[in-house]
């Protein structure tokens, strides 16, 4: 089976899609510098796999040390490249450190792929294209507008998406799959892997968990003024090992010839928004436990409501996002409950 490198393997989406493709036989060669996860996900990913992924600790901003690796595994076929920074919050502080991190290690890999021969590459980006697309536009299919980006972090998924299509346009023979992520949110069901928040979690679900588990005080809602339902916002939540799952997909797609042109671009979602106030009650319901919260101020910058028309996806693909919510909700729990016995 083909070797495959995963940049970013130790992280969220990287560790189960890592899995995913071992499970599917595919040889992994995972590069990460640590520098927002840890190097105990491999012994997670070996425990559910039963083999042990190559590592090598590189940055890929470091084009020498990439180079080197392409060397050492010359059997390599494919590349998914998820390592990035992506907090939107620190983007705004540190815009350099985002342009510099996430826009050269991508140029860096589609450099060296060429000089090695690597053709087939699969990017991580996400819905935050989108911006807060119109009624029209909702669920929003590949083909809806993409708007200008609120932060260095959606500005930097922007400029990869189009350094890669002005890449392909000059080289035909590199081909490449752009994925774009909804909100990934569960664990693996073994609770082995899951993602590891660094300090005060940004994102929703780790905030529930930690407040379920009494290590947050409180999980503030931000705003239910919204134009919704119930006032909250609305995402499309999806299962992180149906995303990984898509890797895999993509990937063998390209290995086997079958995509239409070198550069497609797929919409990763389950099709269904749910507000924060029904991620809440469900967390709350399927996993009996409370999550005390209170309603704050809007948080800047927060879209008010998006979700995937994931058809395409569904059709070309043959791809579909199976887990349903209250499933990824247990496993958030599950997740979050290993984690405090690790302490
Ligand atoms: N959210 C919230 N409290 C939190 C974190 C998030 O109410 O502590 C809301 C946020 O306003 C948004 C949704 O949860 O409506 C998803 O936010 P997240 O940061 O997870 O993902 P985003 O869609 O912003 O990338």
Redesign the pocket.
């Known amino acids: 089976m083909a070797r495959i490198l995963v940049t970013g393997g130790t992280g969220y989406i990287g560790s189960h899609t890592t899995v995913e493709l071992m499970q599917a036989g595919f040889d992994v060669v995972i590069v990460d510098n640590l520098m927002n996860s840890n190097v105990g996900v491999l012994d997670g990913i070996e425990a559910i796999v039963g083999r042990r992924p190559d590592y090598e600790n590189i940055d890929c901003v470091d084009y020498v040390a990439l180079d080197k690796l392409f060397e050492k595994y010359a059997d390599i076929e494919g590349i998914i490249h998820f390592a990035a920074y992506k907090a ?1 919050g620190e983007s705004v502080e540190k815009p350099l450190q985002y342009y510099r991190n996430n826009i050269n290690s991508l140029v860096n890999l589609l450099e060296l792929m060429p000089i090695h021969k690597v053709k087939n590459i699969v990017f991580s980006s996400s819905c935050t294209v989108y911006g807060q697309p119109d009624a029209a536009h909702l669920p929003v299919n590949e083909n809806a507008p993409i708007q200008p980006a609120l932060s260095p972090y959606g500005n930097t998924k922007q400029i990869c998406e189009e350094i890669i299509h002005d890449t392909i346009h000059a080289t035909p023979n590199i081909n490449a799959i752009i994925l774009r992520y909804f ?1 990934p949110i569960g664990a693996h069901p073994t609770a082995l892997i899951g993602e590891l928040p660094n300090g005060v979690p ?4 780790p ?1 529930v968990t930690q407040t379920a588990a009494g290590i947050r005080p409180e ?5 239910n003024d919204y134009d919704t339902p119930d006032g ?2 609305i ?1 499309d939540y999806i299962d992180v090992v149906d995303l990984a799952k898509a890797h895999v997909v993509a990937l063998k797609r390209m290995l086997t010839n079958k995509q239409e042109g070198n550069e497609e671009i797929f919409n990763l979602g389950t099709g269904r928004g749910l507000s ?1 106030m029904e991620i809440v009650e469900t967390f709350k319901r399927v996993n009996n436990v409370d999550v005390p919260y209170k309603i704050v101020e809007r ?1 800047e910058g ?2 008010e409501k998006v979700w995937a028309d994931p058809t395409r996806a569904n059709k070309v693909l043959g791809w579909k996002a199976e887990r349903n919510t209250e499933d990824t909700l247990r496993s958030c729990w599950k997740w979050q409950l290993r984690l405090n016995e690790a302490k």
């Open positions: 939107v909100n940004n994102n929703l679900l905030y999980l503030r809602i931000f705003g909250t916002c995402r924060v948080r927060d879209i």
